[in-house]
């Protein structure tokens, strides 16, 4: 499966030891090219910054998406 822009996924962000939910944010690859994915991870321990953007996620804790910690993954 291929994330698409909008989806929830779930991915092992490394050196945090966490896997958490990311929000997708870059758009579909194709065959030729890189198998990158672009997002933004979820977080519940909100600190009130503008760089936090809440979403109702039926299926997250309340929490938001940081705008700040934006990362490219290989899938």
Known sequence: MIPA?????????GMEGKVRPA???SVAYGNYDRTLVTILPHTTSLRGSEYEIAMNVAFLKPGA???????????
């Open 23 to 25: 929000l997708v944010v």
């Open 5 to 13: 822009r909008g989806e929830v996924w779930l991915f092992d962000l």
């Open 65 to 75: 998406f940081l705008v700040q910690n934006v990362a490219t993954y290989r899938t």
